[in-house]
């Protein structure tokens, strides 16, 4: 998944949001996308107040990837002046002279494994466990517990102490 995708997900089962997200492995980065057609894209979401600034403070890497990583906290950094009720003409000021840069990060950036997790009723979610890149919000009745555990255990040692701390495993 792009880290688009963050600002409009929430938990499917307390529908808490914003939801914690751990990059745990970076993948390629797409610069197929068109300019033109993402600055639409991104103005569109703006306009719209699909941009969720509180999301993209809950960004957690693990990847070690630095130039990546570097890119991130300056991202995080541009919205933290921002809540979930900006005003889309200010960021969208602000955003104009950054606006290539966000548009890599945001939207050609891949994240090939990663954790989703909510910060409400503590589910977590995989991201990449069956293939990367593909987030898997499924309800509790259809998770395939061993699957997920086992995708979890590859990754635990690596994840900050307080999602540790949430995240069990089972066994
Ligand atoms: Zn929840």
Not at 106 to 115: D, L, P, S, W
Not at 141 to 168: E, V
Request: negative net charge; glycine residues 4%; aromatic residues 8%.
């Amino acid at each position: 998944m792009r880290l688009w995708l963050q600002n409009i997900l929430a938990c499917p089962i307390c529908k808490t949001h914003p939801l914690q997200l751990v990059v745990l492995k970076w993948g390629d980065v797409d610069s197929s996308l068109k300019g033109d057609e993402l600055k639409k894209m991104i103005l569109n979401d703006i306009e719209k107040r699909l941009i969720s600034p509180p999301s993209i403070q809950n960004i957690i890497v693990v990847d070690e990837n630095e130039l990546l990583n570097e890119k991130v906290e300056r991202f995080k950094t541009f919205f933290n002046d921002f809540t979930l009720e900006y005003e889309p003409e200010i960021l969208m000021r602000k955003i104009s002279s950054e606006l290539e840069f966000i548009m890599d990060v945001m939207y050609r950036v891949n994240i090939n494994k990663g954790v989703l997790k909510c910060p409400e009723c503590k589910r977590w979610f995989p991201i990449g466990s069956s293939i990367d890149g593909i987030p898997e919000m499924l309800p509790d009745n259809l998770r395939d517990k061993i699957k997920d555990n086992k995708f979890i255990s590859l990754w635990f040692d690596k994840l900050p102490g307080d999602l540790k701390k949430d995240i069990r495993l089972e066994c």
